[in-house]
Every structure is written in structure tokens, then in C-alpha cells.
């Protein structure tokens, strides 16, 4: 992105500018006329994470549709020994801010409400950390950029930055002592989430390219509503697990429940299909893991944790893919196969999500792949399951479903390096300006769009020569659905390293 001064300094000043709680002479007259307290409020319940020991207390502030921060004059509250708070928080206000801050009143980490609700509606924010800190930085970063609080989707955000991310990104910096004259938190030095913005940004606009190449005519604002619901979902299970000692419920599969959640009412809200949006998923993912590949400020342990959220948030598209195409390819198979393959899927996604390292991540995506190609049926031996043993193509060889298989993890890596070769060229220097973004997230759909046709040939050839008795009004459905599962399988996450 271009930018006329660091990014970080830029959230830094539309804080100062809209006028902090802090006695200061030059706050916008804004902050105090625009949320004055009215009777009718709502309460967010909230904990602190040990990360920001020194925090003494929270603040609300509103995000305005142009993305500037506006200070919520009576929405402050003192932190508890145990690290909970209640702050009482204007209604009806969606992506609000909550910030703890430490007893100078600088800012010690953050997180995002998605909405505040309606009277008396009370809210369980997940805990501000690291992890709610940089997702709550990489989103004002985006929408700041482009002064339009609805330009990009937080849950987005909160989809790829996973926990490994946001350690790589918190780690680069000094988010807590840089502060600047004014007690705002100045994070000029972090290059890492400098990164991580700009990766976002690309992936984004991928998707959303793939959304209208699918015919669909959306935007983040569109998606906003099925989005926050999701969120409302995650952020609750994640306050209840940190402030409640018993909770048995697991970080890792509330964040893929999240993921589930999104997918599922993206797909009932657009009417896309699982392979579409597997193909935007797709796009997007090779976009956002090329830029923080090849950017000379990203160290090691970003591109790996890229990579790991990468395998995460592709695995709910490929099970989706898989369930979809399960039904093409066995018309009369019935309810019970069907069950078994959605069982298996959210076993698969789970390991994602619990997956403490790249190899541990490949390994995960070998057995999903595994578990498909020996799934049995009951007249068939466990030789090649859901993609090749089944009704359409019972009597199609090994060696012919191997073919496909490795034309699908040859055009996947062909595919991912394409795009990694246009964000070489745009990011060498450490600078991508918006038309550069644009350029790279189209080149992206691109070089999917491209592997999708080039396997969807692979696959008409090998039925074409092997089948050749396949009945016409079946094979189209049959190899689309074939080639649907192959590309979910071999290029929703690509299993290499840096």
C-alpha cells in the first residue's frame, strides 16, 4: 500500500485526534458531542489477558463509517484483580473498540466488538491479548488506509490471524513501552504487521475478485451480517474459556467453528456452491501467502505461521468440497456414507487447527487425502473411496486416479509459484502501492483460474480414454465434481515450506 506516513503512526494520530479521555487540550470536539452517554446503554463483559499486566483500566471507542476512531465518553471501567471488567457501552454500534490501558492512560492492547447490541444487552468480548491486539491493529490499519470502516472484513482478519501469527507479529515489535507525547501506542517499528496489512489486503481483494468472477455481486458490507454473527459466537467462547477454570471447551475448535460458521452462511447468504467458494478461498490464500513469502520484512517465523493459518482456513472449504461432490459422485449412496465422510471432515479440520507446526500441518492434510481415497464401500475394496471407487467411476484404475493426483499437486505448485513470482516482482522492495495490491490479487485469480481449466482437461482426457462407455448426461457432473475434490485436495493448501 502507499502511504504517506507509517501506517502505525496513522492509527496513532486518528486516536489523538478524536480526542482520548486524557485532559487533552487538542481533542477533536467530535469525541464529546458524538457519544455523549445517553440512557440507553449496554455492557461489555470482558478479561484482560497477562500480557498487559500493567493495565489498570478499559475504554470504548466507536469506529465512525470513515474509520476514524471517536472516543465513547462513558464507557470506561477499572479492571478487576482477576483481570475481568464491565464497561457500559453506548448501543447499536458495530466493530467498537475496546482498549486497556495502564494507569498513565496509554494504551497496553486492544480487541473489537463486533456490536455492541440494544438496551441493556450485555456482550462477552474475548480476552484482550497479543492475538485480539494484532487483529484489532491489522484491521484499523486496513480501513484507515482507505477511510471507509466497511472497505474491509474483520472477520477475514480474525480468520488468518491465528495464534502463531499473532506471536510472530507481536514479537517483531515493542507494542507496549513505544508510546508517543500524547500516550498513544506508536508501533512505527513494526515492520512485521506492516506485512501482515498488506497481505491481508491482497487477499482480500482476490476474493472478492472471485466472488464477482462467480457472478456474484458482494462486498464486505454484504457479508457483515452472517460475518458477525460468527464472531458474536467465537468471541463468547473464548471469554467464557479464559474466565471460567472449568470450561472444557477447546480454543482451536471454537476458531474452526468460527471458520465453519462463515463458510456456511456465506454460502446460504450468496448461493454460491462449495467449489466457488473453495476457488475464492483458493485465490486469496496463494495471494496472502505470496506477499508474506517474498517480502524482505517478513522474518521466518511469520511466512511459517502464514502458512499454517493457511492450512487452517482452507480446510473447512476442502471438507465442504468433498461432502458436496460426495453426493454427485454416489447418487444412491444414501445418508450413513455421507455421515461417515462429514465425520471425517470435522476430525480434519480439528487437526488443522490443533497443528503446532508445518509438519505437523502436512501431515494432517495427507491423512484427509488418504481418508478419501480408502473410503469403502460395501461392494468395493478401500481402494479408492469417495474420489475414484464409486458409482460413477467404480471401474476406473489406480494408476488412472494416481494420474489425476499428481497432475493436481503438479498444477498446484505450478500455480502457487506463479503467484509467488508476481508478488517477487511487486514486494522486493519492501513497498506495494494500491494498484500493485490490485494487480498482484488479480494475478492470483488468474493463476487459479488457470489450474482449475488445465485439471478440468486432465480430467474429461482420463475419462475420455479409460471410460469410454461412461454415460454422456452422468460424465460432465461426474468429472466437474472429480475436479472440484482434486483442486480442494492438492491446491487448497500447497505442502511445502518457505
Request: proline share 3%; with cysteine.
Amino acid at each position: 500500500m502507499t502511504r504517506t506516513a507509517p501506517l502505525l503512526s496513522l492509527l496513532s494520530l486518528s486516536l489523538v485526534a478524536c480526542g482520548p479521555d486524557n485532559g487533552s487540550t487538542d481533542a477533536d470536539p467530535k469525541a464529546d458531542t458524538a457519544t455523549t452517554p445517553s440512557t440507553a446503554r449496554s455492557t461489555v463483559d470482558g478479561m484482560v489477558g497477562s500480557d498487559f499486566d500493567r493495565a489498570v483500566s478499559v475504554r470504548g471507542w466507536l469506529v465512525a463509517d470513515d474509520s476514524m476512531l471517536v472516543r465513547d465518553i462513558g464507557a470506561s471501567a477499572m479492571i478487576q484483580s482477576d483481570g475481568s471488567f464491565s464497561l457500559d457501552t453506548m448501543t447499536g454500534a458495530e466493530l467498537y473498540i475496546v482498549e486497556a490501558v495502564d494507569a498513565d492512560g496509554d494504551r497496553q492492547g486492544m480487541a473489537v466488538v463486533s456490536s455492541t447490541g440494544g438496551a441493556d444487552a450485555v456482550i462477552k468480548l474475548r480476552p484482550i491479548d497479543a492475538e485480539s491486539t494484532v487483529e484489532a491493529s491489522a484491521w484499523l490499519g486496513l480501513v484507515q488506509e482507505s477511510s471507509d470502516k466497511w472497505s474491509h472484513s474483520f472477520a477475514d482478519v480474525v480468520g488468518r490471524v491465528n495464534t502463531e501469527l499473532a506471536a510472530a507479529v507481536w514479537d517483531d515489535g515493542d507494542w507496549v513501552d513505544d508510546t508517543d507525547a500524547d500516550g498513544m501506542l506508536s508501533l512505527d517499528s513494526n515492520a512485521e504487521l506492516e506485512v501482515l496489512v498488506d497481505a491481508l489486503d491482497v487477499a482480500q481483494q482476490a476474493e472478492l475478485m472471485s466472488w464477482t468472477s462467480a457472478g456474484l455481486s458482494w462486498d464486505q458490507h454484504d457479508a457483515w451480517d452472517t460475518e458477525s454473527l460468527a464472531l458474536m459466537g467465537l468471541s463468547a467462547r473464548l471469554y467464557y474459556h479464559a474466565a471460567s477454570a472449568d470450561s472444557t471447551d477447546d480454543p482451536d475448535l471454537a476458531r474452526a467453528d468460527f471458520d465453519q460458521g462463515v463458510l456456511l452462511g456465506t454460502q446460504l447468504a450468496s448461493g454460491l456452491s462449495a467449489s466457488a467458494l473453495m476457488d475464492a478461498g483458493a485465490s486469496s490464500w496463494m495471494a496472502f501467502g505470496a506477499v508474506i513469502s517474498t517480502h524482505p520484512d517478513a522474518d521466518l517465523a511469520l511466512a511459517e505461521a502464514a502458512r499454517l493459518s493457511w492450512g487452517q482456513g482452507q480446510s473447512e472449504r476442502s471438507v465442504a468440497v468433498a461432502s458436496e461432490a460426495f453426493g454427485v459422485l454416489n447418487p444412491t449412496a444414501g445418508t450413513e456414507p455421507q455421515a461417515v465422510i462429514d465425520a471425517e471432515g470435522r476430525s480434519f479440520v480439528a487437526s488443522t487447527f490443533a497443528a503446532p507446526d508445518l509438519t505437523t500441518m502436512g501431515d494432517a492434510w495427507t491423512s484427509w487425502e488418504s481418508t478419501l481415497a480408502a473410503m469403502p464401500r460395501d461392494d468395493q475394496p478401500a481402494s479408492g473411496g469417495l474420489l475414484f471407487q464409486t458409482e460413477t467411476f467404480a471401474d476406473l484404475s489406480l494408476l488412472s486416479a494416481d494420474l489425476m493426483l499428481t497432475a493436481a499437486a503438479d498444477g498446484a505448485t505450478t500455480c502457487r509459484d506463479t503467484v509467488r513470482s508476481a508478488a517477487d516482482s511487486i514486494v522486493s522492495d519492501g513497498v506495494m502501492t494500491e494498484v500493485e495490491a490490485e494487480a498482484l490479487a488479480m494475478s492470483a485469480v488468474s493463476a487459479w483460474a488457470t489450474y482449475r481449466d488445465d485439471m478440468d482437461t486432465t480430467v474429461v482426457d482420463v475419462l475420455t480414454d479409460l471410460l469410454p462407455g461412461l454415460d454422456a448426461a452422468t460424465s460432465p457432473m461426474a468429472a466437474a465434481a472429480t475436479t472440484d475434490v482434486l483442486v480442494s485436495l492438492e491446491g487448497g493448501w500447497v505442502a511445502d515450506a518457505r
